[in-house]
């Protein structure tokens, strides 16, 4: 049986919307919990990964769309890969994070979804991460403009910032952000 042929036993919109974006079966979880003790950001969190599966499957669709976990959880896939049942569990938090900004739910994180915006948009323009570029369109988001500044110093003075960024790649980037607005746009026709 392939992913995407799964059917879902629970009714949450949610747990359909996971499965529709992501391929990811919430209900497979049987809370053996191993995600979340692998889980490194666990600890800052307001729900285990293992409570936002079983919130999802239960269709508590609104604690789980206005909680921070999947706002903080560092895609380290810690959580998939000691999943004995093969849920992808970071690709289900990328799945309610699409759901939320596709339903206009403002982040209950703004910062975290400031720098998505900022590295994706820097990759985008220079074909891979240029640090200073990143900086100043996250800080032109957030206008949180000197917080760090004695570390970013430091870091400039070490060499570890460059102020001309790299163009290598920008226009493979380019394609390839190119063929994903065109895979989305396809989508949501659907």
């Known amino acids: 049986m392939t992913e995407t042929n799964q059917t879902l036993t629970s009714h949450s919109p949610l747990a359909e919307s996971v499965l529709r974006e992501s391929g990811q079966n919430v209900n497979l979880c049987y809370q053996c919990r191993k995600c979340s003790a692998g889980c490194p950001i666990s600890y800052a969190m307001d729900y285990k990964p293992a409570q936002l599966i079983h919130a999802i499957r239960l269709g508590m669709d609104d604690l789980v769309i206005n909680s921070k976990t999947m706002w903080l959880c560092a895609s380290c896939e810690t959580c998939t890969t000691r999943c004995p049942q093969e849920v992808d569990v970071a690709k289900v938090m990328d799945a309610v994070k699409i759901t939320a900004m596709k339903k206009g739910i403002k982040p209950t994180i703004p910062d975290v979804a400031a720098f998505y915006k900022a590295a994706l948009a820097n990759i985008k323009k220079?074909?891979?991460?240029y640090e200073v570029g990143m900086i100043v369109g996250l800080k032109m988001r957030t206008f949180d403009f000197f917080k760090d500044m004695d570390m970013g110093m430091k870091m400039f003075k070490k060499?570890?910032?460059?102020?001309?960024p790299s163009f290598t790649g920008a226009l493979t980037t380019w394609k390839i952000f190119q063929r994903v607005k065109r895979i989305e746009k396809e989508t949501d026709v659907q």
């Open 126 to 129: 220079c074909g891979r991460m």
């Open 159 to 164: 060499g570890k910032l460059k102020l001309i």
